[in-house]
């Protein structure tokens, strides 16, 4: 989740492989809980081995091919401009820290050493609805995190398994669950983009990036739903398996989930602008209804190399997960949200 730090320059801001058949018998893993596949997931992308996953590094490159791997093997069509990836160009700075370019900066000038690539990656379940399937409706969650940094008791890696390891495992398993529903004959009936941005920790870069060159039909996209910091209960929105929605009360999203009874709620700390500060706002400051979910609970791991993945509650977040897909659901296949009156933030202000 982006800091609280950078929530006023962005609210002044401007705005070729196929994927894999799914298999002929279900995978053994898919007779796994899906706790146990969580944990599985989550222990994966918030490894050391992933270094941080900062946007433009060989960590995040590490998750990217893991993401993609698992889109694969659920048999999510590609929907990058490079099979699932789309790039994202970064470059160096003098002691070799990557960072978006400042503005007006021509990268294609740049020598090699000052640029590096990240990537968003994006999947595509097709709708099945022959009236509906060209509307669509995103599911996403960034990758990336803040890499390397200072030691803190002896760790320097910052794994960000809460911030957003947990939100991209939870999108992995929406993106199992409708592909393998398609696969029966049983799918949403609108289209469904997974997308995994990067580079949210540098101001929600990758979905700037990938909004000002998408690579589906923008014109279809109908709803956005981002998740991010599910790994743990908040007992503000009521603890185990419930969580609470940016700017819940702004659109017809929160009554759609009043409807279904579910689990997840309005944010109990709207004093924090989570709804400003995650992949969401760049969506609705354009007119599409979107929203981000979580559990986050201001825990003191935030940012830090603490956050670890042997900290995560899977239960919980497997709870929040099937509520996130129940959401995802009605999304897809029922009426699409409209904003309230008031509700939509415009760039600039809230």
Request: aromatic letters at 6%.
């Amino acid at each position: 989740m982006l800091p609280r730090a950078l929530l006023v320059p962005l609210l002044v801001a401007t705005s070729a492989c196929r994927g894999a058949e799914p298999p002929a018998d279900t995978p053994a893993a898919n007779d796994v809980p899906r706790v146990e596949r969580v944990q599985t997931l989550l222990e994966s992308l918030a490894a050391d081995s992933m270094l941080g996953r900062r946007a433009g590094t060989e960590g995040e490159h590490r998750a990217v091919r893991m993401l993609e791997s698992e889109l694969a093997l659920y048999g999510v069509e590609p929907a990058g401009t490079d099979g699932y990836r789309q790039p994202v160009l970064l470059v160096r700075d003098a002691d070799g820290r990557v960072r978006p370019p400042a503005v007006g900066t021509d990268v294609d000038a740049l020598g090699p050493s000052e640029v590096a690539t990240a990537y968003n990656v994006l999947g595509l379940i097709p709708g099945t609805d022959p009236e509906l399937a060209d509307e669509i409706v995103i599911v996403g969650a960034h990758h990336d995190h803040v890499g390397v940094g200072s030691a803190v008791e002896g760790d320097s890696i910052y794994n960000g398994a809460d911030d957003d390891a947990s939100g991209s495992v939870a999108t992995l398993e929406i993106a199992r669950h409708f592909a393998e529903a398609r696969a029966r004959g049983d799918g949403p009936r609108r289209t469904i983009l997974v997308a995994f941005f990067t580079a949210e920790e540098m101001g929600l870069y990758g979905t700037r990036k990938w909004i000002e060159a998408p690579t589906v039909d923008f014109d279809g996209v109908v709803a956005d739903l981002q998740i991010e910091m599910i790994a743990r209960p908040d007992s503000l929105a009521g603890g185990f398996g419930r969580g609470w929605l940016t700017g819940y009360e702004r659109s017809t999203m929160g009554d759609i989930l009043a409807a279904q009874g579910s689990p997840i709620v309005p944010d109990p700390r709207p004093e924090q602008n989570f709804f400003f500060r995650s992949d969401n706002l760049p969506f609705a400051q354009l007119g599409i209804p979107a929203h981000t979910l979580s559990s986050f609970n201001l825990h003191t791991d935030y940012h830090a190399p603490s956050d670890e993945a042997e900290l995560a509650d899977y239960p919980h977040m497997t709870a929040l997960i099937e509520a996130a897909i129940a959401m995802l659901d009605a999304l897809a296949s029922g009426p699409t949200p409209e904003w309230k009156p008031g509700g939509r933030p415009v760039a600039g202000n809230g």
